[in-house]
């Protein structure tokens, strides 16, 4: 991880880097699936000593880290509803994911800002091209629209 790390920092001295730790697994989902996939060996216990190793290296090493270990781990259903095999997410994890990352670019005291709410929209101008509006003369710029997501991000 460090090598990683390192090798990424060192492309740019505006490189910006979130790492996200191991996340927890469903070993029992993952027993019940070992008739389609090969053995298993991945473990929660590996899990967690990679996850808090990452987490060491980030903080030595001053890297913005999201903590999916725990992350996942805060909902009480998190062995059913997180994921869909026992170590691939599910909607609901993918969720946390997000969660997770945006808290960490919110926060982060990045110049520019890589939170989305702070990105200029791309072709954000109107446009003879835009959806027309219900007068039938205007135009309606719907690049910063949110309301069609299932989700509302902060």
Known sequence: MRKIATYLKDLSESTRLIFLSCPPVNEDMLNTNSSILSTIVRTNEESRHYSEACIEVCKEMDVKVVDLWSAIQTRPDWRTSCFTDGIH???????????????????????????????????????????????????????EFTFHREKQWD
Do not use: R
């Open 89 to 143: 997410f599910s909607a609901e994890g993918s969720i946390i994911v997000v969660e997770e990352i945006l808290k960490v670019l919110k926060e982060a005291e990045w110049e520019p800002s890589l939170h989305w709410k702070n990105i200029p929209t791309e072709f954000g101008e109107s446009s003879a091209y835009d959806v027309v509006a219900s007068d039938n003369k205007s135009t309606i710029n719907i690049s």
